[in-house]
Nanobody
Framework: QVQLVESGGGSVQAGGSLKLSCEASEYTSCMGWFRQEPGKERDRIAAIDTYSRTHYSDSVKGRFTISRDKGDKTMTLQMNSLKPNDTAMYYC?????????????????WGQGTQVTVSS
């Protein structure tokens, strides 16, 4: 069972930056970040696969950057130019697949979530 531990998050004003980190207990081929607002579905916003290819949702493309360290067990999400509609609970997720799926149902492991709040 892979365990994922997130850190980072918090509150920031619009235009500011935050960095999220996720440390996995062991390597998994695909790691990603999802976010969820109350009453809404959990959506993938960024992912990085075993080939180090990155994927971004249109809502964060150009503002967020996903990366993994050389050991591939720590993943980070650098979030710049934050907007109030980025406010959500952010989750780290991992899937034992070489290519990252889009749907949350296809991810096997999840972190506990970390809140990001962006004020105007």
């Amino acid at each position: 069972q892979v365990q994922l531990v997130e850190s980072g998050g918090g509150s920031v004003q619009a235009g500011g930056s935050l960095k999220l980190s996720c440390e996995a207990s062991e390597y998994t081929s695909c790691m990603g970040w999802f976010r969820q607002e109350p009453g809404k579905e959990r959506d993938r916003i960024a992912a990085i696969d075993t080939y180090s290819r990155t994927h971004y949702s249109d809502s964060v493309k150009g503002r967020f950057t996903i990366s993994r360290d050389k050991g591939d067990k720590t993943m980070t999400l650098q979030m710049n130019s934050l907007k109030p509609n980025d406010t959500a609970m952010y989750y780290c997720a991992a899937a034992a697949r070489p290519l990252c799926p889009t749907r949350s149902q296809e991810y096997h492991y999840w972190g506990q979530g970390t809140q990001v709040t962006v004020s105007s």
